[in-house]
């Protein structure tokens, strides 16, 4: 079965940092492609930034309303897909889910509140 | 204003059948697979449909996704009233290089 547990969510300060974590189990991590998805209080869902797969292992993408302040990464060894957030800004507030949405079966995690606050 | 249009809202009574559409462009719907997703309320996003028309494992065949062109179209038939949920389509943008959702379709079961 697969399963993407979100970690690292919390409050913090308008121009803070904050990274998120997903540690993925039941399927083959290293040939997957990943996501950030987030969805903000009573609003649809925003793709956040990608980490592409085999062949072009590591190429990254990003939302243009995150580009420059956060970054994604995965540590293959530990199965675990990495979102670093910067300069967080009132409106990157919102649920973050981490997501498998290409290949077999898309799967996503039960998603992490970020509320950016002062 | 979301890249792939959705009707903001659809209902139907139980056992009935509804349809939700939605449009897009040769860029993503025309060019690549559509996925549905089903938001029940304060939780996270499932997915119903993945490559236009595969169910996952666990996903009743009363859901259904089909794909024309530029425009995808999600069927539920046998309506129950715990279907009452958001409904969401996504497709990789080649122009964008990202993922894009439309903007959901609350549906009601009266």
């Known amino acids: 079965e697969v399963q993407l ?28 492609g990943m996501n950030w998805v987030r969805q903000a209080p009573g609003m649809g869902l925003e793709w956040v930034s990608g980490i592409s797969n085999y062949p072009s292992l590591g190429s990254t993408y990003y939302a243009d309303s995150v580009k420059g302040r956060f970054t ?4 293959i060894s530990k199965a675990t897909l990495y979102l670093q957030m910067n300069s967080l800004r009132a409106d990157d507030t919102a649920v973050y889910y981490c997501a498998k949405m290409s290949g077999d079966a898309p ?10 606050s002062s | 204003q979301s890249v792939l249009t959705q009707p903001p809202s659809a209902s139907g009574t139980p056992g009935q059948r509804v349809t939700i559409s939605c449009s897009g462009s040769s860029s993503n719907i025309g060019s690549d697979y559509v996925s549905w997703y089903q938001q029940l309320s304060g939780t996270a996003p499932k997915a119903l449909i993945y490559r236009n028309n595969q169910r996952p494992s ?22 129950r009233s715990e279907d009452e949920a958001d409904y969401y389509c996504a497709v990789w943008d080649a122009s964008l290089s990202g993922w894009v959702f439309g903007g959901g379709t609350k549906l009601s079961v009266l």
């Open chain 1, 107 to 116: 799967a996503w995690g039960q998603g992490i509140l970020v509320t950016v």
């Open chain 2, 58 to 79: 666990g996903v009743p065949d009363r859901f259904s996704g089909s794909k024309s062109g530029t425009s995808a179209s999600l069927a539920i038939s046998g309506l």
């Open chain 1, 72 to 75: 994604i990464s995965r540590d």
């Open chain 1, 5 to 32: 547990l979100e970690s690292g969510g919390g409050l913090v300060q308008p121009g803070g940092s904050l990274r998120l974590s997903c540690v993925a189990s039941g399927f083959t991590f290293s040939s997957q």
